[in-house]
């Protein structure tokens, strides 16, 4: 009973809770985003580097989502966790199948493009056609060395779920709580 009680609260706030977080934390509408409170450079990368970084993010993200379906499938995931997830899984598209078909275009010398071209940190909109945008070079410029991989994990989570159907908000959901958690908070 508590745990249906406390899905319902859930389930009521959860709208102004997501847009919340994508007024205040990165969401762009249009097809772009944005990383999420990033801490600032006092460690700076070189935008190469920092390039490398991200395409090594693309498979720290491919195994996330894996371990994260299984932990959905076994119900082994906090009431949080499930709605942030349940889109992902739940979705006609398989975000794995996706993460590999659709390739990450990484750029680390200037920044992605929004639908409206507004610069954004990654977008699904590109001119190279089947792939996502990630720029190392917003990424470098806005995020200490060490944070680096947590947020284009989870920036790299947020281009996908658009791909497969989340809504903005459920992406900026979803990029939170990968963030945080892949940031031991």
């Not at 319902?8 to 994508?22: D, H, K, M, Q």
Request: glycine content about 6%; aromatic content about 8%.
């Amino acid at each position: 009973m508590k745990h249906i009680l406390y899905s319902l609260v859930l389930f009521l706030i959860l709208p102004t809770w997501s847009l919340a977080f994508e007024v205040n934390h990165g969401g762009v509408s249009g097809g772009g985003g944005n990383v999420i409170s990033p801490l600032g450079p006092t460690s700076s990368i070189d935008y190469e580097s920092a390039e490398h970084v991200v395409y090594h993010s693309h498979k720290a993200a491919l195994e996330y989502v894996s371990r994260k379906k299984e932990a959905f499938f076994a119900k082994q995931m906090t009431p949080e966790q499930i709605i942030a997830f349940a889109p992902v899984f739940n979705s006609e598209k398989n975000i794995e199948s996706v993460m590999t078909e659709v390739r990450m275009y990484v750029k680390d010398h200037s920044t992605c493009r929004d639908a409206d071209q507004k610069p954004v940190d990654g977008s699904i909109v590109n001119p190279v056609p089947d792939s996502i945008c990630i720029s190392a070079f917003n990424i470098a410029n806005k995020t200490d060395a060490a944070d680096i991989p947590p947020q284009s994990t989870a920036l790299i989570l947020h281009e996908y779920g658009e791909l497969i159907g989340l809504t903005e908000a459920q992406a900026v959901m979803l990029q939170t709580l990968v963030l945080e958690e892949l940031r031991g908070l």
